[in-house]
């Protein structure tokens, strides 16, 4: 992926919202509050070997990645919840985690402009 690239995409939000834009606004507020608290949780869970909280975790992401139009994280989110919940390759985690948080972490700040401009 080029650095340059957005990761966002609100055309799925736009929809869902029927337009309105405090509802975006404030889909937008709930996931720059609650992504960087679910991928913490994410981490310690990762961290304890909690497989089943993990995969709870990542499902809980799930719709706000959808949401969001991070469609770059739609397969690997599915995958950790997966791969968690079921207690199988476990070695996948770590690196699958990492890519959500980085890719979240692009997100953030397209949002937060994004929620400037709406």
Not at 9 to 36: C, H, R, V, W
Not at 45 to 66: C, F, N, R
Not at 77 to 102: F, H, M, Q
Request: net charge negative; hydrophobic share 35%.
């Amino acid at each position: 992926m080029n650095n340059n690239e957005e990761v966002t995409n609100l055309d799925y939000l736009e929809d869902l919202s029927a337009g309105d834009t405090e509802m975006m606004k404030e889909l937008i507020e709930m996931f720059l509050d609650q992504a960087p608290e679910n991928i913490t949780n994410m981490k310690k869970y990762l961290e304890k070997g909690d497989w089943k909280k993990l995969g709870e975790e990542a499902h809980k992401l799930k719709p706000t990645i959808s949401y969001m139009g991070i469609q770059e994280l739609e397969t690997t989110i599915r995958t950790l919840e997966s791969n968690a919940k079921n207690a199988e390759e476990l070695d996948s985690l770590g690196p699958l985690l990492s890519e959500v948080e980085n890719v979240c972490d692009k997100a953030y700040k397209e949002l937060d402009a994004k929620r400037e401009q709406i």
